[in-house]
Nanobody
């Protein structure tokens, strides 16, 4: 089993920045593919970003490319999402997730473990 705990969600003004963190426990972190998804009220959960085990490879949704950066620190068993130039459309609950199998995936069903989520609200 893997436990994932997100933090860092907040209310931020449009154009602002926020950094989300996710702490993992229960399994060798460096063997996990990590990712972030988000779900806005009344909408389906959508892919945001994913990162390989060593951190060398990343994939982003088109809607966040150039604004968001996913990173990880395997010595701290943590993954991060740096969000810049935030827009009201980024308002959502952000979920950290992990998968054991190889390969970067943008489909939610491919991930084995999920956190409880952290709320990000972009509003003036």
């Amino acid at each position: 089993q893997v436990q994932l705990v997100e933090s860092g969600g907040a209310l931020v003004q449009p154009g602002g920045s926020l950094r989300l963190s996710c702490a993992a426990s229960g399994r060798t972190f460096s063997l996990l593919i990590m990712g972030w998804f988000r779900q806005a009220q009344g909408k389906e959960r959508e892919f945001v970003a994913t990162i390989s085990r060593g951190g060398a490879s990343t994939t982003y949704a088109e809607s966040v490319k150039g604004r968001f950066t996913i990173s990880r620190d395997n010595t701290k068993n943590s993954v991060y999402l740096q969000m810049n130039s935030l827009e009201p459309e980024d308002t959502a609950i952000y979920y950290c997730n992990a998968k054991v199998s190889r390969g970067l995936e943008s489909e939610a069903l491919k991930y084995d473990y999920w956190g409880q989520g952290t709320q990000v609200t972009v509003s003036s």
